[in-house]
C-alpha cells in the first residue's frame, strides 16, 4: 500500500515520465525521504533540545529543515545514478523535477512529524509555532 501511495504522490506532480521512475525510482526515493526526515526531526527534538534549550528556537529548526531538504535533494541524484541504469539520467530535466518535489514533500513531512514529535520534547514543545 505505501509503495502505492508514494508512486501516486510522487507521479501526481511530476506528470508522464519515463516508465523507470515509477518501477525503481519512486519507492526509495519515498523511503529515503520519510525514514531521514523522521530521523533529523527526532534528532532535533530528542537529541540537541532534549540535551540543552538552547536549541529550541525557530532558527534552529529552520537550520534542520534545510538540511533535512538538501539531503532528501541529493539523495534523489545518487538513486537515480545507483539505480536508473543507463535509462536514467541524473542531471536530466525529469529528475531535477523530481529533485524539487522531493524537496516539497521533505518540508512537508517535516512539518509533521514536527507536529508530532515535539509534544515528547523536553524542551521544545513550542518550537517552531
Known sequence: ???????????????QQDPIFEDKIYQPVGIMLLLSTLFIVGIYYFGFNGLRAKFSTR????????????????????????LG???ADPFSFATLL?????????????????IILKMGSPNARRTPF
Open 1 to 15: 500500500m505505501l509503495p502505492s501511495v508514494m508512486s501516486f504522490l510522487y507521479a501526481l506532480l511530476h506528470g
Open 59 to 82: 532558527r534552529s529548526w529552520y537550520a534542520f529543515l534545510t538540511f533535512d531538504v538538501v539531503l532528501n535533494f541529493l539523495a534523489v541524484i545518487f538513486i537515480v545514478r545507483a
Open 85 to 87: 541504469g543507463g535509462h
Open 98 to 114: 523530481l529533485c524539487l518535489i522531493n524537496a516539497l514533500y521533505t518540508a512537508i513531512v517535516f512539518f509533521v512529524f514536527s
